[in-house]
């Protein structure tokens, strides 16, 4: 969090499944372009912050099984969970708060008595959420019932229907509206408030986010009737909440467009990576596409010709060395060979890369120093490296382009290829 010393470009707030992630898409090509558009243009100055009704447990299993990015925020549980950076510290403060008027076991009695409701998996019952499944035609009348009934019994709780069958039970100072107005306020004490804050949704308990003032909202276009019904009912006028044309991460991306919040043009969406040119040195960019000619390359998208990889050549200093996950060292133009034997190795197989935690600083006028976890998936493995490397402006126009000066990489633990001896970038 100390990573952004300024208030905010962009803080993005965003709900996970079928909203950030589409679960009908085995190719996860939106999520993918919007990751390569926040690692290109946003990351250095803006916040992601994921917002998800998943537990910590079903959270993390999330991130294993899609190519997701590690937000800067994460608050889990409906709300009731907030945690920061990639080694998830929580906020002590939030869960202080929602002690106030909670008492869960009263809430477990409460809810035996109602035959309607079937608890969830025992991942998903949190210190402050309670969550049920109830049949559609149902939920109404329980909601209402409960809600008396733990009234009676001199609780203030918040009950949330969402995906047409969960219940959730939450203090009423919860839900995910309610944290994130927590961390703005906690922003703007500290002098440093988001400039433009997006908040994005498909189901019920999303409807809170569109609530908070001064946010964009984006209702993608595959949002659930609970949640459209409630825009009908609650916030038809606002001209700062939309109704995506596209579907999830395509319809947050819509968004940024419409809302004109900065750039909407993914690098991923520029077919040919030569022609792409920048008005400002953007280091961050480089390392985006970079990969993702890597990736276009290997999956035999682009043609193999020589000019590109003329052209990625001149883009490293001749004496560029490169310490591979193994630790041999290689000059980049000795990688650049090997990769050039590779076009098309992965293609119609399930291959794609993508990088995270794109970090550059600069040290001096014209040089930067990079790290950046570079992801890569191959068939059913998974392997990531954490990436170091020095990169210096060619001249004084950006136009001339960038050079590689060096490139460490190191297996992060967990996601280590057995055998690295084909391993290259
Ligand atoms: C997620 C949680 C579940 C919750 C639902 C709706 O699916 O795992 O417990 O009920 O979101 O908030
Ligand atoms: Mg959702």
Excluded at 28 to 35: P, Q, T
Excluded at 53 to 63: A, D, E, H, I, M
Excluded at 64 to 86: F, H, N, R
Excluded at 277 to 302: A, T
């Amino acid at each position: 969090m100390d990573r952004i010393t300024m208030a905010a470009r962009l803080m993005i707030v965003s709900d996970l499944d079928h909203t950030m992630v589409d679960h009908h898409d085995p190719e996860n090509i939106s999520l993918l372009r919007f990751n390569a558009l926040w690692e290109s243009n946003y990351r250095h100055d803006s916040l992601l912050v994921f917002s998800t009704g998943r537990s910590p447990t079903l959270y993390k299993q999330l991130r294993k099984e899609k190519p997701m990015l590690t937000p800067d925020i994460a608050i889990m549980s409906v709300g009731t969970e907030i945690t920061y950076g990639s080694s998830m510290l929580p906020d002590d403060g939030w869960v202080e708060f929602l002690n106030q008027k909670w008492d869960r076991k009263i809430i477990t009695e409460e809810t035996s008595k109602f035959s309607e409701l079937t608890l969830q998996a025992e991942t998903e019952q949190r210190p402050h959420k309670v969550s049920f499944y109830v049949d559609k035609t149902k939920a109404q009348i329980v909601m209402k019932e409960l809600s008396d009934c733990l009234e009676k019994r001199g609780l203030d709780v918040k009950i949330i229907y969402s995906g047409g069958m969960d219940l959730d039970i939450l203090p009423q100072g919860a839900g995910k509206g309610q944290a994130l107005a927590y961390l703005l306020k906690k922003f703007k004490t500290e002098g440093k408030p988001p400039i433009n804050t997006l908040v994005c949704g498909d189901s019920g308990n999303d409807a809170e986010l569109f609530s908070i003032p001064e946010v964009y909202g984006v209702m993608v276009s595959n949002a659930q009737e609970e949640l459209l019904q409630w825009h009908a009912e609650n916030a038809k006028g606002n001209p700062n909440i939309i109704h995506a044309k596209e579907r999830c991460a395509a319809g947050i991306i819509e968004a940024i467009g419409r809302f004109k919040l900065g750039s909407n043009t993914s690098p991923r969406d520029c077919a040919d990576f030569m022609e792409y040119k920048l008005d400002i040195v953007n280091p961050c960019y480089e390392v985006v596409n970079f990969y993702l000619f890597y990736e276009r390359w290997r999956r035999g998208e682009i043609d193999n010709c020589e000019t590109y990889i003329a052209s990625l050549k001149a883009s490293c200093d001749p004496s560029a060395n490169f310490v591979l996950p193994s630790g041999v060292e290689k000059t980049l133009h000795e990688c650049l060979h090997t990769m050039k034997g590779y076009h098309g190795d992965q293609k119609g197989k399930r291959f794609r890369v993508w990088v995270d935690r794109v970090l550059s600083t600069p040290i001096g006028s014209n040089t930067w120093l990079l790290k950046f976890d570079k992801w890569e998936l191959s068939g059913d493995g998974r392997y990531c490296c954490v990436t170091t490397g020095k990169i210096s402006a060619k001249g004084s126009n950006p136009s001339e382009g960038c050079s590689w000066v060096n490139l460490q990489q190191k297996w992060l633990e967990g996601f280590e290829m057995k055998d690295d001896s084909t391993w290259f970038f």
